[in-house]
């Protein structure tokens, strides 16, 4: 320590510099000129873990007192690579001084004017130890960010969710919802999300900002308010939102329809998380799903005024003109906005495969929940057959078999369904298997049609034998009465000639006795 100071008074000669190892301050008798700020920069490389407590706080002192923006910054670089050392880190912290150092830094940042400093000096506050920096300081440093770049208002967002526990730092994320930055509000809405996936509660009011950030320009802001909404649905169900014509419904039925509205958004990546989220509004009416499926608003949908005539969708044609179609009625209501109508419709007709694959998905989700849905689904799902991409034509085949249960697939669908038996993929003819196993048929037309096309499926793919053999059980347990009336006929019995018995190594005759047999347990 001596030898430093013998150098920095040899340096130094227009400035006496007094060090006196009782009080522990370095004190300037003379205004900082160019030399003694060269100076103060060797003074602070020169720093180790035994003088750093004697030598630091004068050095704060002296960045706070100068004016000079270029050395300013220089010095705070060499303090910030200094604070990095452990040792010397864990010296302040033995001393207590590290809540003075972090405080007269604070008071730096809240004045400083140059972005570039301010900068740096958030740097050496992140390397800080996390410990040290309480509520009080954060909040000093939240307020003097505000008006700061987004640059350095994104930092501080950072480093407040990293410090403080998430019901904690709930209020200062809220504050960054409405930043002029996309980059800021992206990173608040991020961590809005995770708090409320760990549990957090977040408060009803932030429902309208994220309701107005779904019109956002930024696709980011757009995407992720749309992964928080369920989650503040599910927190506040039983609240009630003001809709047109001074009406009121419910949170989950008002956040539907505005999710449903996104459906046509420009970013791929915003219509694939819309498709997927709205899977998960299973206790919505079935009317507002209806609704999805059709793009023109249904009648239900609306609400006319009293003592209205309905609506006319068709001239009768009888007198010219003097029936024409009424197309709105005044003051109609319309409870769906009429935008969102036929939201899945878009979805599986989007470009994209992977809009049509979260489309499929939400539509078995919400039809397992929905049999009034999942009957009227049931005819897209199978249109969904026909896609060119394979993974969302098994994943149509496998949502079939999940809702097919309760609804019986008609001659128009099976045709459909019976063509995807040529498929060379054995994945897709597998599971296609599956689903005529466990579909309900509804005439003897439908049954004879399935056990022509697996038999015909068999001879051209034998390797499929089990999978087929496990199809006409299925089917034989689901419509044992049309089996019944149709027994004779797959089993070629004449009247009264006796005929030879086929051959039990016939693979088709195989397939057809294991059909009837289980047809005749029930």
Not at 28 to 51: D, F, H, M, R
Not at 187 to 211: E, M, N, R, W
Not at 268 to 285: I, K, M, P, Q
Not at 457 to 471: A, H, M, R, T
Request: glycine residues 4%.
């Amino acid at each position: 320590m001596a030898m430093l100071q013998t150098e920095v008074v040899q340096q130094c000669s227009v400035v006496t510099e007094l060090y006196n190892p009782e009080n522990s301050t370095l004190h300037l008798q003379q205004p900082p000129t160019e030399t003694t700020q060269s100076n103060y920069v060797k003074i602070i490389k020169s720093i180790g873990a035994g003088s750093v407590v004697d030598i630091l706080p004068s050095v704060v002192e002296h960045i706070v007192a100068n004016t000079n923006k270029i050395e300013r910054s220089e010095l705070i670089q060499e303090m910030a690579a200094k604070l990095r050392d452990d040792a010397i880190m864990w010296q302040l912290v033995k001393h207590n001084l590290l809540n003075s150092v972090l405080s007269q830094l604070l008071d730096i940042f809240s004045t400083e004017t140059s972005q570039s400093i301010q900068f740096e000096l958030m740097t050496v506050i992140c390397s800080l130890p996390q410990s040290h920096l309480t509520e009080k300081l954060l909040s000093k440093l939240h307020s003097a960010a505000l008006s700061s770049s987004p640059l350095i208002r994104r930092q501080s967002l950072l480093l407040v969710l990293r410090t403080l526990p998430p019901n904690v730092s709930l209020k200062f994320l809220l504050a960054y919802l409405d930043d002029d930055d996309p980059r800021v509000r992206t990173t608040a809405i991020q961590h809005l999300d995770k708090a409320a996936s760990s549990g957090c509660d977040i408060p009803f009011s932030v429902y309208h900002k994220l309701i107005a950030n779904l019109s956002d320009s930024y696709d980011e802001v757009r995407l992720h308010s749309v992964r928080l909404l369920p989650h503040l649905v599910k927190q506040h169900r039983q609240e009630h939102v003001e809709t047109a014509g001074a009406r009121t419904t419910t949170l989950t039925h008002h956040t539907f329809v505005q999710l449903c509205l996104l459906m046509r958004d420009i970013s791929t990546n915003v219509r694939s998380e819309v498709a997927r989220v709205l899977g998960l509004f299973t206790d919505v009416d079935p009317e507002y799903l209806k609704q999805t499926l059709d793009k023109k608003i249904r009648s239900s949908m609306r609400i006319m005024p009293v003592g209205s005539k309905p609506k006319q969708e068709f001239a009768s044609g009888r007198k010219w003109g003097g029936d024409a179609p009424i197309k709105t009625v005044s003051g109609e209501i319309n409870i769906f906005d009429p935008a969102g109508c036929g939201a899945f419709i878009h979805g599986m007709e989007d470009e994209y495969h992977t809009v049509r694959s979260n489309t499929v998905q939400a539509m078995c989700d919400l039809s397992k929940s929905c049999s009034e849905f999942g009957v009227e689904s049931m005819s897209h799902l199978v249109d969904m057959l026909n896609d060119e991409i394979q993974s969302v034509r098994l994943l149509a085949i496998r949502s079939l078999q999940l809702i097919s249960e309760n609804v019986h697939l008609h001659e128009d669908q099976l045709e459909t369904v019976m063509s995807v038996l040529e498929e060379s993929n054995v994945e897709i003819r597998h599971n296609l298997h599956n689903l005529l196993s466990s579909c309900k048929l509804n005439s003897q037309v439908a049954v004879r049609r399935v056990l022509k096309g697996l038999l015909d499926n068999l001879k051209k793919y034998p390797q499929d034998k089990s999978s087929i053999y496990k199809c006409v059980r299925g089917v034989g347990d689901n419509n044992p009465n049309y089996v019944a009336h149709l027994a004779p006929e797959m089993l070629s019995k004449h009247p009264y000639l006796s005929q030879t018995e086929p051959s039990t190594d016939d693979t088709s005759y195989v397939a057809t006795m294991i059909l009837v047999f289980n047809a005749a347990k029930h």
